[in-house]
């Protein structure tokens, strides 16, 4: 597909109507996606609240995103920030209904979703949006006997660190479903990290046993294919000695993800162990 036809294809998925409105950024603006084999860029930046054409607050979540080449990748054409209010000419996301049915998907809610089509104004201050900013940023932390955690609320979850066995490890604690915000909390992941803590050096070891038993013959084929010749096989005694918990990830669901230093068994790549709700192991792999 060429330059001119992906355009068009973008131009098909937002309405055809231009809007103007003022939009609040989020935390996370200035990233970039390109599909294999495409041409263009597409950059995001999201959108955590919004005045409308008619002049309404519109606090609903969304983004906005538009394309670009190789060519304008330094700033992204229009070189949006954080937290930052805009006066912008935009495009109202419009799903295809086919496309979604084509793969068996359900159409999304692209509420809040537009394509970007021109910055009008920069740091402007709508009173709403200024009042919304300081909600959104207001700190919230949650004290346990394990460590202190705070809100990420752009990333729906709460995250500190906490003594594991005498080790530090990051922790990430996904928000509660269906609270409003305002009023979000953890409880159901903190009470799967704290049923794990009350024994965590077994937990540990479980994990490390199980990665061991799962990527002990990838970590051979890993260190006969190195430069520098192996001190010996890996065993699944030295794996679990070589790898260490560094940051452990729980869903509300009570679902997990640990995530080990691999001790250079893959050169520098992270060991993923999932974990289901009912705290078996089911699979081990590397990332990074």
């Not at 500190?160 to 509660?176: C, I, K, S």
């Not at 953890?186 to 990290?193: D, E, I, N, Q, S």
């Not at 794990?196 to 077994?202: N, Q, R, S």
């Not at 679902?255 to 709700?277: C, R």
């Amino acid at each position: 597909m060429g330059e001119k036809q992906e355009r068009e294809a973008f131009d098909r998925r937002h309405a055809a109507e231009v809007v103007e409105i003022t939009v609040l950024t989020g935390t996370t603006v200035g990233g970039a996606g390109k599909a294999g084999g495409d041409l263009l860029w597409t950059p995001s930046a999201d959108v955590i609240a919004h005045v409308d054409e008619r002049g309404e607050l519109q606090v609903a979540q969304g983004r906005l995103s538009w394309l670009a080449t190789d060519d304008q990748r330094v700033g992204w054409i229009h070189d949006l920030r954080a937290h930052t209010q805009y006066v912008v000419r935009v495009r109202r996301a419009a799903p295809d209904p086919t496309e979604y049915v084509r793969y068996g998907q359900p159409v999304p809610d692209l509420t809040g979703h537009f394509a970007l089509d021109e910055v009008v104004a920069r740091d402007v201050h709508v009173p709403e949006l200024d009042e919304r900013l300081a909600r959104w940023l207001t700190p919230v932390v949650v004290r346990t006997d394990l460590g202190e955690l705070g809100l990420e609320r752009a990333y729906g979850h709460y995250s500190g660190e906490v003594d594991w066995a005498g080790t530090p490890v990051q922790v990430l604690l996904d928000v509660d479903e269906s609270v409003s915000e305002g009023e979000e909390t953890c409880a159901a992941a903190l009470a799967r990290l704290t049923s794990y803590a009350v024994d965590a050096a077994g937990t540990d070891a479980r994990w490390r046993a199980y990665a061991a038993s799962t990527l002990v013959d990838l970590a051979n084929d890993w260190q006969r294919d190195g430069d520098d010749a192996p001190d010996g096989p890996v065993t699944p005694e030295s794996f679990v000695r070589r790898i260490e918990l560094r940051e452990l990830s729980i869903a509300s669901d009570g679902s997990a993800t640990a995530y080990y230093a691999d001790g250079d068994l893959f050169w520098g790549h992270v060991i993923l162990v999932e974990v289901e709700t009912d705290g078996s192991t089911t699979d081990a792999y590397i990332a990074g």
